[in-house]
T-cell receptor, first 112, second 112 residues
Framework: DAKTTQPPSMDCAEGRAANLPCNHS???????VYWYRQIHSQGPQYIIH???NNETNEMASLIITEDRKSSTLILPHATLRDTAVYYC?????????????FGSGTKLNVKP | DGGITQSPKYLFRKEGQNVTLSCEQNLNHDAMYWYRQDPGQGLRLIYYSQIVNDFQKGDIAEGYSVSREKKESFPLTVTSAQKNPTAFYLC???????????FGPGTRLTVL
C-alpha cells in the first residue's frame, strides 16, 4: 500500500511556482522521499529525492519538514510541459535495490 | 544510446492467448521491475528481480510469469490466467550507483 497522501489535482498558472504537497506521516528514519512525474501514456520520469535535507536540481526543489512527516515539491517556473501526474513515494534506498509503492498522485494542470 | 527499451509500444491479443512483453536495458543495472497501470491509477508491482536468475513476486503476480536469464533482459509473460490483462505495462531498472529506478516507455496491452 502507498505510504503517502497527495491531493488528487492542482492548478498552476504558467510561469508561477507550483508547490505540490505530500504527507508521509509513517515514514521511517532510513526511508527516502522520491518524486516522479508521468506525462500521459509515458513512463514515469525521475525528478528528485531526499532523506532529510532540502534538495535542489535543475528540475525542482524538494523541501522536507524537520519531522519528515511531509514534503513539498517545488517547480519554480511552471510551463505547459509540466502538466503531468506527480507521484510522491517513500522507500528505502538499499544498495542495488529498492521497492516503490505508487499512490494515485497529483494531477498538475498548468494553465496559460 | 543508454536506457530502457520496451517493445512493442502497442500490443493486441485475443482472449485466452499468452503474450510476452519485452524489456531490455543497457545501463548495467542489476535490479529490474515490472509494473502494471490501470487508467487513472498509480503503478502496481507485478514482479521484480534483484539479480540474474532470481526474481520475486510483487503485489499482483497472479496470471503473470517472468524470467531473468540475462542481466539486460527481463521479459514478462501475460498468461491466459490473468483475468483482466488490458493495461499499461511499465518496466524499470535500478543500479548500484543510483538511488532511484529508471522507467521504460511502456507497452499498452489490449485484449480483444
Amino acid at each position: 500500500d502507498a505510504k503517502t497522501t497527495q491531493p488528487p489535482s492542482m492548478d498552476c498558472a504558467e510561469g508561477r511556482a507550483a508547490n505540490l504537497p505530500c504527507n508521509h506521516s509513517t515514514i521511517s528514519g532510513n526511508e527516502y522521499v522520491y518524486w516522479y512525474r508521468q506525462i500521459h501514456s509515458q513512463g514515469p520520469q525521475y525528478i528528485i529525492h531526499g532523506l532529510k535535507n532540502n534538495e535542489t536540481n535543475e528540475m525542482a526543489s524538494l523541501i522536507i519538514t524537520e519531522d519528515r512527516k511531509s514534503s513539498t515539491l517545488i517547480l519554480p517556473h511552471a510551463t505547459l510541459r509540466d502538466t503531468a501526474v506527480y507521484y510522491c513515494i517513500v522507500s528505502l534506498a538499499e544498495y542495488n535495490f529498492n521497492k516503490f509503492y505508487f499512490g494515485s498522485g497529483t494531477k498538475l494542470n498548468v494553465k496559460p | 544510446d543508454g536506457g530502457i527499451t520496451q517493445s512493442p509500444k502497442y500490443l493486441f491479443r485475443k482472449e485466452g492467448q499468452n503474450v510476452t512483453l519485452s524489456c531490455e536495458q543497457n545501463l548495467n543495472h542489476d535490479a529490474m521491475y515490472w509494473y502494471r497501470q490501470d487508467p487513472g491509477q498509480g503503478l502496481r508491482l507485478i514482479y521484480y528481480s534483484q539479480i540474474v536468475n532470481d526474481f520475486q513476486k510483487g503485489d499482483i503476480a497472479e496470471g503473470y510469469s517472468v524470467s531473468r536469464e540475462k542481466k539486460e533482459s527481463f521479459p514478462l509473460t501475460v498468461t491466459s490466467a490473468q483475468k483482466n490483462p488490458t493495461a499499461f505495462y511499465l518496466c524499470a531498472s535500478k543500479g548500484a550507483v543510483t538511488d532511484t529506478q529508471y522507467f521504460g516507455p511502456g507497452t499498452r496491452l489490449t485484449v480483444l
